[in-house]
């Protein structure tokens, strides 16, 4: 391996450092807000008991309460350390135009996990640009790059 060569992360470990990430996500947070999520649903919900606006209001609250820990998460990893445990275990990282992602790139790579259309869009956009061009569309946005650390 050539050192102070940058490269690209794979894909195959970009998608095994975000299903390690999801996992800890759904250890950490979901299972803990299942407790709340399912209090704010009735046990037998409906779209008509949905259509009330005191449960849409609890479910709305709660959805996204966890979509705002969601991307703290990531944000927070990726600002502090420029890595999230999944690219640690994976041995990858963000870069930004210095040697540690300023506060705007860690926001603007992290923008896909804020539920507001349409930035939710960038759910679906994200993957495919990653496929077709080996980085995400909020990297571009963002002027960041996903590296293999080996080459660091």
């Known amino acids: 391996m050539k050192k102070g060569v940058e490269l690209y992360a794979p894909l195959w470990r ?11 996500i759904d250890v950490v947070v979901l299972m803990p807000f299942s407790g709340l999520l399912n209090r704010a649903l009735p046990q037998d919900y409906s779209i008509a008991t949905l259509s009330s606006e005191a449960a849409l209001l609890k479910l709305s609250t709660v959805l996204s309460l966890i979509s705002i820990i969601i991307f703290l998460y990531f944000f927070t990893f990726e600002y502090k350390l420029s890595q999230t445990p999944g690219k640690i275990l994976l041995r990858i990282y963000a870069k930004g135009a210095g040697e ?9 790579r992290n923008l896909m996990f804020i539920p507001i259309f349409p930035l939710s869009l960038l759910i ?13 569309l909020s990297e571009y946005f963002s002027r960041t790059r996903t590296l293999d650390e080996g080459y660091k």
């Open 124 to 136: 679906i956009i994200d993957p495919i640009f990653l496929i077709f061009r080996n980085y995400r």
């Open 100 to 108: 540690k992602l300023t506060f705007w790139e860690a926001l603007v």
């Open 14 to 24: 970009r998608i095994i450092a975000f299903l390690i990430d999801w996992f800890f």
